[in-house]
């Protein structure tokens, strides 16, 4: 961080920290490999100066658009270059970035750890590799529809909510919600959000308790959608 001494000079993890740092970014780490770090660096430079008071959790998916948007301008990038860059960038934006109320030192390795995911997600949504589930028999949806759809989905949880599986149960409820034709764009979108919102909320996540996580989910994830649906096309 640009307000704290080299990592070198900074006393020994807490307990806590340790645990986040570990738990969190686990093999999630953020590979630069080909990345032109000057390039990266000047750009993220950029995007801190929208968050001159601080980085929210909300502005977690602004920040990967705005690389998205800055990285796609370049038509001579592959898809996996794209995706290098933007991790640059992002990696260099938390990095210099202050989040208020927490120590980056929890914070950095949280938004490290979801930052790849995501990003493959919305890199796969602008290359057409989501696939939908179409509806049977034309059925409508309703609250009980998705009821059983978090309840089936939860099954696969039962070793805890990891920070990096919001982008996995994103991807799969917007191929689920989308496979109804009869559904409008907001509809779907707020179906979406209502069903990742329930599977958070009935989901434990391991190190941290839940009263500190759920919200950060949450403020991700209408975003999100939002961008994902974007990227789609819709």
Do not use: C
Not at 14 to 38: N, V
Not at 89 to 101: G, N, Q, W
Request: hydrophobic share 35%.
């Amino acid at each position: 961080m640009l307000d704290l001494p080299p990592e070198q000079f900074q006393g020994p993890k807490t307990e806590i920290e340790q645990i986040i740092a570990e738990a969190a970014i686990g093999d999630q780490r953020l590979k630069i490999t080909k990345a032109k770090e000057e390039d990266t660096y000047t750009y993220a430079k950029e995007i801190l100066g929208i968050f001159s008071d601080g980085f929210q959790w909300s502005d977690f998916v602004s920040m990967i658009r705005s690389s998205f948007e800055f990285v796609q301008k370049n038509q001579d990038l592959t898809v996996d270059e794209q995706k290098e860059k933007i991790l640059s960038i992002l990696s260099h934006v938390v990095d210099l970035t202050d989040t208020p109320h927490l120590p980056d030192s929890y914070t950095d390795p949280l938004f490290k750890s979801m930052i790849p995911p995501i990003v493959d997600i919305v890199t796969k949504a602008s290359n057409g590799q989501f696939q939908l589930i179409p509806a049977l028999s034309g059925e409508v949806p309703n609250s009980h529809t998705f009821k059983d759809y978090i309840a089936k989905t939860k099954e696969a949880f039962t070793d805890g909510f990891q920070w990096t599986d919001l982008s996995v149960i994103t991807r799969h409820t917007i191929e689920f919600v989308s496979g109804f034709p009869g559904l409008t764009l907001e509809k779907k979108k707020s179906s979406v959000v209502e069903i990742v919102h329930g599977i958070i909320d009935s989901t434990d996540t391991p190190y941290l308790p839940d009263t500190f996580i759920d919200p950060i989910f949450k403020s991700i994830t209408g975003p999100t959608v939002d961008l994902i649906f974007e990227k789609l096309g819709y």
